[in-house]
Antibody, heavy 120, light 108 residues
Framework: EVQLVESGGGLVKPGGSLRLSCEAS????????MNWVRQAPGKGLEWVSS????????FYADSVKGRFTISRDNGKNSLYLQMNSLRAEDTAVYFC?????????????WGRGTTVTVSS | EIVLTQSPGTLSLSPGERATLSCRAS???????LAWYQQKPGQAPRLLIY???SRATGIPDRFSGSGSGTDFTLTISRLEPEDFAVYYC?????????FGQGTKVEIK
């Protein structure tokens, strides 16, 4: 079964850090681009970051640029999001999602999400 | 950045009726790289349509996508009870990838 499972969410104080993980199974992880997408409580979807299959191309939304770092380990079928200098507005459910890659970035497989709450 | 505006915000319909959802882009979407997703409460989004009109694997043929350039449409020909949800469009033709704000299809 094709599956993505996120972990690492939790409660963190403003200015703090958190590292999210996403473990892939059931498909050849190394050939797909991967994305992080978030959804604030009661709000719509916001694309956060993407990384190409070989990590050569990395992109960030302006709202997280300089604070978040996306990475992947193809040997471990895993995707990561290092989040630093967290703000209240980063509170959201964070989804990892697979994309075909090569500039074609619709997201055909999604995880169930992990919740990040930034609050003092 | 391409801004996607979805309308209406909420669509109130009965099972069996036809639903027509609109997604308008602030500038032309390159190569019609436009996708549609369905999201139910507490669940992850599900890909319905990519490339403006191609159905994703396992998506029933009552879902169809059309449009090009700046105007796109998702049509659900006959609403089933499980189709009541929020629908988002997303463009992936330019960076940053952006989503519309969503259209909620609710039971009338």
């Amino acid at each position: 079964e094709v599956q993505l499972v996120e972990s690492g969410g939790g409660l963190v104080k403003p200015g703090g850090s958190l590292r999210l993980s996403c473990e892939a199974s059931g498909f050849t992880y190394s050939i797909f681009s991967m994305n992080w997408v978030r959804q604030a409580p009661g709000k719509g979807l916001e694309w956060v970051s993407s990384v190409s299959s070989g990590s050569h191309y990395i992109f960030y939304a302006d709202s997280v640029k300089g604070r978040f770092t996306i990475s992947r380990d193809n040997g471990k079928n895993s995707l990561y999001l290092q989040m630093n200098s967290l703000r209240a507005e980063d509170t959201a459910v964070y989804f990892c999602a697979r994309a075909p890659g090569s500039g074609i970035d619709y997201m055909d497989v999604w995880g169930r999400g992990t919740t990040v709450t930034v609050s003092s | 950045e391409i801004v996607l505006t979805q309308s209406p915000g909420t669509l109130s319909l009965s099972p069996g009726e036809r639903a027509t959802l609109s997604c308008r882009a602030s500038q032309s979407v390159s190569s019609n790289y436009l996708a549609w997703y369905q999201q139910k409460p507490g669940q992850a989004p599900r890909l319905l349509i990519y490339g403006a009109s191609s159905r994703a694997t396992g998506i029933p043929d009552r879902f169809s996508g059309s449009g090009s350039g700046t105007d796109f449409t998702l049509t659900i020909s006959r609403l089933e009870p499980e189709d009541f949800a929020v629908y988002y469009c997303q463009q992936y033709g330019s960076s940053p990838r952006t989503f519309g704000q969503g259209t909620k299809v609710e039971i009338k």
